[in-house]
Nanobody, 126 residues
Framework: QVQLVESGGGLVQAGGSLRLSCAAS????????MGWFRQAPGKEREGVSC????????YYPDSVKGRFTISSDNAKNTVYLQINNLKPEDTAVYYC???????????????????WGQGTQVTGSS
């Protein structure tokens, strides 16, 4: 199983930018689908970005489309989430997750992922 560690969270003013990192160990990320998810207090965990393999198109829900970008650096075995034009409603704990891409559906529901990081807090201030 792959181990994941997120970093890069923090407090950002509305309209600002942030880049989250997810460093993987134990397995190379080649062949994995990688997803970013978030969970705000009292709310269910929701997906904010996902890519099912290096040649696949990324998936974004409408709530973040145009503001969030997922990318990867295979040499560093790391996946990133660039957040631009951050809004107060983006405040949540952000998690990355990994699973073999063949087991992950196109909309990347969190239930399709087996390996999870510990999360990093992102807070958008108004």
């Amino acid at each position: 199983q792959v181990q994941l560690v997120e970093s890069g969270g923090g407090l950002v003013q509305a309209g600002g930018s942030l880049r989250l990192s997810c460093a993987a160990s134990g397995r190379t990320l080649s062949g994995y689908a990688m997803g970013w998810f978030r969970q705000a207090p009292g709310k269910e965990r929701e997906g904010v970005s996902c890519i099912r393999g290096s040649d696949a198109s990324a998936y974004y829900p409408d709530s973040v489309k145009g503001r969030f970008t997922i990318s990867s650096d295979n040499a560093k075995n790391t996946v990133y989430l660039q957040i631009n034009n951050l809004k107060p409603e983006d405040t949540a704990v952000y998690y990355c997750a990994a699973e073999y891409w063949v087991y992950v559906r196109s909309t990347c529901p969190p239930t399709d992922f087996a390996s999870w990081g510990q999360g990093t807090q992102v807070t958008g201030s108004s």
